[in-house]
């Protein structure tokens, strides 16, 4: 079976550029999570999907972030303008269900963003 | 949510046994105790969790106090691949990560 599949894995970028990254979560996962790991610390949540719903985006910061999950499958988060302090890793997860009753979560290996 | 406290960093023999202990002494009746671990370049992995009970399986044991403020993750005979950085995460539902323990297995 196919983990949760990232792209890309690196991504270099100047300052004010924008950004995206892309995540597949493993088939018949309907939950999704967008996770920001800076170096040396664990990973945050940045925001929460149940199927296409956006069910807890409170640690997202709207004024450059946004994601979207469109068709309950795929999604996308998206940094404009990027910032030097949103250098990180930025990973994604999914799992079987509902935050309601504890679903493992399955980790992706991440997307390195660099900003110059 | 339960603060978890962990040593930052330990050493393990390979081939011996691993115990990383986690403090939780505000863990609420219905927080489950999850550990995840974080290989290098590589997303956090699932181990293991439980409520009240011992629970073991295929990658670890996991030992919980009868008062439940604490709890330690046993890996019973560690590898080289066992290197990594330990979460031990108390919540309902969401997993909160704090800094983990950085475990190192020495040849």
């Known amino acids: 079976e196919a983990g949760v599949v990232q792209s890309p894995r690196y991504k270099i970028i100047e300052k004010k550029q924008p950004v995206a990254f892309w995540c597949n979560p493993i088939?018949?996962?309907?939950?999704l999570y967008w996770y920001l790991q800076n170096l040396g610390q664990g990973p945050e949540l940045l925001i929460r999907?149940?199927?296409?719903?956006?069910?807890?985006d409170s640690q997202l910061p709207k004024d450059r972030f946004s994601a979207e999950r469109l068709k309950g499958v795929d999604s996308t988060l998206k940094i404009q303008p990027a910032e030097l302090g949103d250098s990180a890793v930025y990973l994604c997860?999914?799992?079987?269900?509902?935050?309601?009753?504890?679903?493992?979560?399955?980790f992706g290996p991440g997307t390195r963003l660099t900003v110059l | 949510d339960a603060k978890t406290t962990q040593p930052p960093s330990m050493d393990c023999a390979e081939g011996r046994a691993a115990n990383l202990p986690c403090n939780h002494s505000?863990?609420?009746?219905?927080?489950?105790v999850y550990w995840y671990r974080q290989i290098h370049s590589q997303g956090p992995q699932y181990i293991i969790h439980?409520?009240?009970n011992n629970e073991t399986n295929e990658m670890a044991s996991l030992i919980i106090t009868e008062d439940r403020k604490s709890s330690t993750l046993i890996l019973p005979h560690a590898t080289l691949r066992d290197t990594a950085v330990y979460y031990c995460?108390?919540?309902?539902?969401?997993?909160?990560f704090g800094q983990g323990t950085r475990l190192t297995i020495n040849p």
């Open positions: 997860a999914s799992s079987l269900g509902t935050d309601k009753v504890y679903n493992e979560q399955f």
């Open positions: 088939s018949g996962h309907n939950t």
């Open positions: 439980g409520l009240k």
């Open positions: 999907y149940e199927n296409e719903e956006a069910v807890d």
């Open positions: 505000t863990i609420s009746g219905n927080e489950y």
């Open positions: 995460i108390v919540r309902v539902g969401q997993l909160v």
